[in-house]
């Protein structure tokens, strides 16, 4: 059995969080670098994440504030989907990563840091990117900076 594990993260579980939701401010702010906004579609944006399990790692949410998946209609649903569709896919030609963790937490027990949002995650995943330093050190080693990832993937979403 494999572990992803993310002891770097306790920085975002500690922190402040703001009152607001990152997923409805951020889509409806003008500073898409800042906010890390990679893509905006017609029902959903994809964000990269501020808090990465690896580089790469990308968020796709709906615009409508909803915590559960039936409350988007078939529209919503369809654009989510192929949005995520289309990041492993620019993810594949732009960081070669050798697998990929996909996947919605929903609710605070499923593993939601924001529950009442819904979002999927795609995490980019190579051989021994879980290395000793996360076991021996309890830190992690981010090979590139979150600004160097915005801006390679910035633009190949279409």
């Known amino acids: 059995m494999e572990h992803l594990w ?5 920085e975002y579980i ?5 009152e607001g939701c990152i997923f409805c401010e951020k889509p409806n702010q003008d500073r898409d670098r800042e906010n890390l906004v990679l893509y905006r579609g ?15 790692h990308l968020m796709v949410a709906p615009y409508k504030h909803v915590a559960k ?4 209609n078939d529209e919503d649903l369809l654009e989510h989907f192929r949005l995520v569709s289309q990041c492993v896919e620019m993810l594949r030609e732009e960081m070669i ?16 840091g924001i529950e ?6 795609i ?10 330093m996360t076991v021996m050190s309890d830190a992690r080693t981010i090979p590139e900076a979150l600004d160097a990832t915005y801006s390679r993937l910035m633009g190949k979403l279409k």
Do not use: C, M, Q
């Not at 993310?6 to 306790?10: K, L, V």
């Not at 994809?46 to 399990?53: A, E, I, R």
């Not at 995490?123 to 000793?132: E, L």
């Open 6 to 10: 993310a002891p770097w993260r306790i």
């Open 14 to 18: 500690l922190s402040d969080k703001d």
């Open 42 to 56: 017609e029902k959903n944006v994809v964000l990269l994440n501020k808090y990465p399990y690896n580089p790469g």
């Open 69 to 72: 998946l039936d409350a988007l």
């Open 97 to 112: 990563p050798e697998g990929f963790n996909i996947g919605i937490n929903l609710g605070r027990v499923g593993g939601a």
């Open 116 to 121: 009442d949002h819904i979002h999927t995650h």
């Open 123 to 132: 995490v980019p995943r190579w051989k021994g990117d879980a290395n000793f």
